[in-house]
């Protein structure tokens, strides 16, 4: 076993690729329209060079490193040559503030920062005097405005121009002595309250998941992989990297809002996804469905039951007949294999996870023929968990755990983990790493359970259960999904906790409600007068009650308030994995939250006094 974890080590695996493929395209990049690929022969000429400049820049093993920027060939370069160097990676999300930069960039002592675009240089410039470990600032960018440091500034293209020959011999020892008890990456998780915890993964955790999902899934060398969620996160990081020691070829999107035309132009055959990626895609189908004739919308659910019945024959690994088979081919011919083109049309499955997906969501894709594979993980965990695999795909539920991954259901309910995946610890909390593990077994956090056939289902997180002041228990995140299915409702914040009933923020779809707006003679001045419309809200109402009819009546949001700005990153409402910062949230619109509530504080007091 030990061999063939040595055989898995990551420098291992990107070097057998650099050798075996070197006139491959190993990573492309979009600028100005069009994808520039790299090939792996160049790719590995650029990693040694960026490896000898960190050494020569004073990077000792397991130094760290910290990337602040938004996915680019450059981010992967840095991580990669880091590797070869024997550095310890610390991304920061590109969207983090200055202050959390520092925070990041002070607990993990990182001595190089390399960003990304103006933007996090200036952030980065406003923090530089107060990081004492900070020796070096590295600009992605030629277009970098530069100004004052009180460290050192490079370009990112000077350092594959320096004459850093003499490193050689340094390099070669350290990768001769590298081992898989390297760290090869603290993770700051984002965290929904408290400080972020840095997540410290070695080269055993990574040598784990790359093993375990090359014997569950097939990629082959090659194979297009879009890199579209941010590489900051595990999800799309440990993905990436997997591809990549699989000799796939990874495209690189800076702007996550180029996603469609990035799916159509560079077309890959996986791309990773959450679920609200997912939900809008649906939602955008929905939405032109409903508007279109009669005939054309019979003709599409006709398509889509076609679709259904090739899923749960292909997954039970039954044959159709032939009429059935001729009908599925008409309809996918028709509609469904249209719906794919939207996603490029090459894609063989999708991975899917950082939160729940809907039930409905989920069986639309499947129907179409975008297998995806709902999944689950942590950044505790190298990322998966457990993941629905094709064969064995449930529309309900994560799939199963991971082969070398154990699963047991503790006290509450909550998800228990062992595994060479499982982290290390937290970087500098020992107090909280001892915490976060009992008897061995990492807490997920998660409640969930383990069907008769070994599959994880997913209830909710144990922290984020509201409990009203009836007793009853919610889970927010289940109400949400099933809430934000409605082609109208672009976000939802649930509110539940201590209060005698469910109510939501909601943020429309507004593109979708003002088309609305205009077929129904609404006349408006701006969002906030749109939202205000009796009309809208009755319109609203209306669509709530056809969406939560599968939600038991404690369950279905009660009152709503409309918002007239989506919730954001940059004001704090959102994790950089989008999950919704629920206390942030609560705090900034607490005025619209006890309004829902007060007009019922009143009944109710105007009732008690009418019966004394």
Known sequence: MTQLLEDLHLVDLIQDQIKALPE??????????????????????????????????????????????????????????????????????????????????????????????????????????????????????????????????????????????????LLQERLASRSLDDLITLIYTSGTTGEPKGVMLDY???????????????????????????LSHVFERGWTLFALGRGGHVGFLENPAEVQKALTEFKPAVMCAVPRFYEKVYSAVADKVGKAPAPRRFLFYWALRQGRIRFEAANRGRRLNPARQQLVNLADKLVLSKLRDVLGGEIRFMPCGGAKLDDVVHEFFQSVGITLLCGYGMTETTATISCGLPGSIRLQGNGRPMPEVQVKIGDDNEILVKGDTVMKGYY?????TDAVFVDGWLRTGDAGRLDDEGHLHITDRIKELMKTSNGKYIAPQRVEGMVARDPLIEQVAVVAEARNYVS?????????????????????????DLIQHSDVVEHFEQRLKEVQQELAKFEQVKKFTLLPREFCMKRGELTPTLKLRRKVINERFSEEIDAMYSKAKKLVERKKASLK
Not at 204 to 226: C, D, K, P, V, Y
Not at 428 to 432: A, E, G, S
Request: charged fraction near 20%; glycine fraction near 4%; aromatic fraction near 10%.
């Open 504 to 528: 939501a923020l909601i943020v429309p779809a507004f593109e979708s409600l003002e088309s609305w707006a205009k077929e129904k003679g609404i006349k408006y001045k701006d969002p906030l």
């Open 428 to 432: 500098n909390r020992p107090d909280d």
């Open 204 to 230: 055993r955790n990574f040598a784990s998941t790359t093993r375990q999902h090359s014997r569950i899934l097939s990629f082959n060398a090659g194979e297009r992989s879009l890199a579209f969620l941010p």
């Open 24 to 169: 491959q395209p190993a990573i492309s990049y979009r600028e100005q329209g069009r994808w520039h690929p790299i090939s792996w022969r160049e790719l590995g000429d650029n990693l040694t060079q960026l490896a000898k400049v960190m050494i020569h820049l004073g990077i000792e093993t397991q130094d760290k490193i910290a990337i602040f920027a938004q996915n680019s060939e450059r981010w992967a370069m840095t991580d990669l040559a880091g590797m070869q160097c024997r550095s310890v990676v610390v991304p920061i999300y590109p969207t983090n503030t200055a202050d959390q930069a520092r925070y990041i960039i002070n607990d993990a002592g990182a001595k190089l920062l390399f960003v990304g675009d103006q933007e996090q240089y200036d952030k980065a410039l406003e923090v530089a005097s107060e990081c004492p470990s900070l020796t070096n600032i590295i600009l992605m960018k030629s277009s970098i405005t530069q100004g004052n440091s009180p460290v050192v500034q490079h370009y990112f293209h000077q350092l594959l121009e320096y004459d850093v020959d003499y490193c050689q011999p």
